[in-house]
């Protein structure tokens, strides 16, 4: 079955970075689109990039767009989401999710959070 | 949010709710790539409705979708326990961005 699962997150000071990873497995993930989604404190959803199976297109929400950068690995069935630059604003649980138009499989979420 | 959801609805076992979600974009009228998901206190999202209606594999016959105009709306019917939780609709854009919804909080009383 489809799995996803996320790490590298934790709490780091304002204006530091993170890696995120996502291990995947139970799909071709190198015919997959591949998003991430993130969660604020208040449950509301945001999504943040997509990228597509051969990392040649790759889109951004304007709110991460200059300071998150996503890749993917597909010899080693994994996608990343390096920050940059972060923020308070930043802080929520990451998902990862396969395929972008219908994210239909989600991991299970990692924590970020940005705090002094 | 360029979607808009009711914060709250509460139902009783057994009974039919319906959640609404009205975009405020052009291509969410005209396109069919509407998904709502579901996500259970403390778990992920998981998806329960795709391209409007159509329900992925596994999922009840208890949950469907449709869509007029600027509204979309996920219909569950015979209310169980297990469907309390937070109901996410999100829509597909022809900027290849993806939007959510706030959210509606289900109770089932």
């Known amino acids: 079955q489809v799995q996803l699962v996320e790490s590298g997150g934790g709490s780091v000071r304002p204006g530091g970075s993170l890696k995120l990873s996502c291990a995947a497995s139970g799909f071709p993930f190198n015919t997959y689109f591949m998003t991430w989604i993130r969660q604020t404190p208040g449950k509301r959803l945001e999504w943040i990039a997509n990228?597509?199976?051969?990392?040649?297109?790759?889109f951004y929400s304007e709110s991460v767009k200059g300071r998150f950068t996503i890749s993917r690995d597909n010899t080693k069935n994994s996608l990343f989401l390096q920050m940059n630059s972060l923020t308070a604003e930043d802080t929520a649980i990451y998902y990862c999710?396969?395929?972008?138009?219908?994210?239909?499989?989600w991991g299970q979420g990692i924590l970020v959070s940005v705090s002094s | 949010s360029a979607l808009t959801q009711p914060a709250s609805l509460s139902g009783s076992p057994g009974e039919s709710i319906t959640i609404s979600c009205t975009g405020a974009t052009h291509d969410f009228s005209i396109h069919n790539y509407v998904s709502w998901y579901f996500q259970p206190p403390a778990r992920a999202p998981q998806l329960v409705i795709y391209d409007v209606s159509f329900r992925p594999s596994g999922v009840s016959s208890r949950f469907s979708g449709s869509k007029s105009g600027v509204t979309a709306s996920l219909t569950i019917s015979g209310l169980r326990t297990e469907d309390e939780g937070t109901y996410f609709c999100s829509s597909y854009t022809d900027s290849d961005t993806l939007l959510f919804g706030g959210g509606t909080t289900l109770t089932v009383l």
């Open positions: 999710a396969r395929d972008s138009t219908v994210p239909q499989d």
């Open positions: 990228i597509n199976p051969s990392a040649s297109s790759i």
